[in-house]
């Protein structure tokens, strides 16, 4: 993998979804290939580069915590927005903190996270110059620069990040996460090719370490 990245990641809350929950909110074990290329494209993205998540290592214990938060019940409308839009003023019903469109729901999550996500991208379009997207993907990353705050499954989970460059030696991963572990069935990404189709792979972590190359023929849902 000539022009792969290793990006440290860490914070004190995640969940990733699992979208078979429909109520509840119940993460996976680990964080997804879709969520550590969401990281990933927060500090560099470019239309003409796919990000390609290699493998993620988990660094800490997985822990798990359970709470209660108050979510809103109902989506604001498309049509409410783009009139609001164009009108300067409108009502987005579910600012309104009436109490018919809140409700209380339980998150299983993780706590104290952390994780070392490997990654290469492919060009799709224009000049063949790899280094140059390279290059500055790791002097963004070396500086702390991103396009938004990248998260840990929810935009309220927010990430920190460092760049693990040339031969430095990653974060020690915990002995507890020592051995062979199944994970079962994971989101994998969306297929945006085919009207954001759902690919899931059969998760497995060794040592710490889940390979997500993407498959040679995932399953889907």
């Known amino acids: 993998m000539a022009f792969g990245v290793r990006l440290h990641c860490w914070g004190e809350w995640a969940c990733f979804t699992r979208p078979e929950m429909k109520v509840e909110r119940v993460s996976y074990d680990a964080m997804t290939p879709s969520a550590a290329r969401g990281v990933i494209e927060a500090i560099y993205w470019k239309p003409e580069i796919r ?3 290699d493998s993620i290592t988990v660094l800490k214990p997985i ?18 927005v783009a009139k609001a839009m164009k009108d300067g003023s409108g ?11 809140r409700q209380q729901r339980a998150t299983l999550m993780l706590r104290d996270v952390a994780y070392v996500i490997e990654a290469h991208f492919d060009i799709l379009s224009g000049p063949d110059n790899h280094a140059k997207h390279l290059d500055q993907f790791n002097r963004r990353a070396r500086n702390g620069a ?14 920190h990040f460092a ?5 430095v030696e990653a974060p020690a ?27 899931f792979f059969r998760a497995t972590m060794r040592d710490g370490r889940i390979d997500t190359r993407p498959p040679a023929a995932g399953a889907s849902a």
């Open 63 to 80: 822990q798990f915590v359970s709470v209660r938060r108050n979510e809103v019940k109902d989506k604001i409308g498309a049509g409410s």
């Open 91 to 101: 009502a987005l019903s579910y600012c309104v903190d009436d109490g018919d469109n």
């Open 146 to 159: 991103c396009f938004t705050r990248p998260y840990l499954g929810c935009r309220e989970f927010a990430a």
């Open 163 to 167: 760049l693990i460059e040339g031969e």
């Open 51 to 53: 990000w390609v998540i």
């Open 173 to 199: 991963i915990d002995s507890s996460l020592a051995g062979e572990r199944d994970l079962g069935w994971m989101l994998h990404d969306l297929d945006f090719g085919k009207e954001k189709e759902a690919r």
